[in-house]
């Protein structure tokens, strides 16, 4: 099977069971696990770019969940204002993707400055991973803008991303899984190539 074709089978099993579940709790706790065991994939294939990848994406997602499930926003800002209120807890989770996705895109030079591991290169895949966060940044954005209006601006009918907000997120966690998982399986295949070419020669 081809590596699109797996990265998109992986997509719509993960996307359609992340939705049926439609609890947040559950579904970030599963997302967690599975980049987790894409750190632990990596480690034990001794393979560094996928631990590198899962793990800048594990660390900036745990502690960004942290930060809301500790309450720290909601401490922060009294319950009277209210746009200070939304300003702080989709501008947090902008700021969040953002710094994933810049930390993705310059994923080869943090992760040579973290290891000298002659294994560190660019992969096929690299292009990709930031580009979900980027997703998650504008959806973000514009949970905000819908946000202001519908409470300040009385625009009741402006909801079809509070509505659909848990479903377009998860849409990103599947698509950053499904590739993760893609790239294990290429990666599998790839190194079972090398040990041919070497038993060969």
């Known amino acids: 099977m081809k590596p699109s074709s797996l990265i998109l089978l992986s997509i719509i099993s993960l996307a359609f069971f992340y939705i049926q579940l439609w609890d947040d709790r559950i579904v970030m706790s599963l997302y967690l696990s599975l980049l987790g065991m894409?750190?632990?994939?990596?480690?034990?294939?001794?393979?560094?770019?996928?631990t590198h990848i899962a793990g800048f994406i594990f660390i900036l997602t745990t502690i960004s969940h942290a930060i809301f499930e500790m309450g720290l926003i909601n401490n922060i800002t009294p319950d009277e204002n209210k746009l200070l209120q939304i300003v702080l807890v989709f501008g947090t989770q902008i700021l969040f993707t953002l710094i994933t996705a810049t930390v993705l895109i310059f994923r080869v030079q943090l992760s040579r400055l973290l290891s000298k591991s002659k294994n560190i290169e660019l992969t096929h895949f690299d292009g990709i991973f930031h580009w979900f966060f980027i997703y998650m940044a504008v959806i973000n954005f514009l949970a905000l803008i819908e946000d202001v209006m519908y409470n300040y601006f009385e625009m009741k009918s402006w909801?079809?991303?509070?509505?659909?907000?848990?479903?377009?997120?998860?849409?990103?966690?599947?698509?950053?899984?499904?590739?993760?998982?893609?790239?294990?399986?290429?990666?599998?295949?790839?190194?079972?190539?090398?040990?041919?070419?070497e038993a060969i020669s």
């Open 159 to 197: 909801t079809l991303i509070y509505d659909n907000f848990e479903g377009l997120i998860y849409i990103a966690w599947a698509l950053n899984c499904g590739t993760l998982v893609a790239m294990m399986i290429t990666s599998k295949k790839s190194n079972h190539h090398d040990e041919k070419e």
């Open 38 to 50: 894409c750190i632990a994939y990596g480690a034990f294939k001794k393979d560094i770019n996928i």
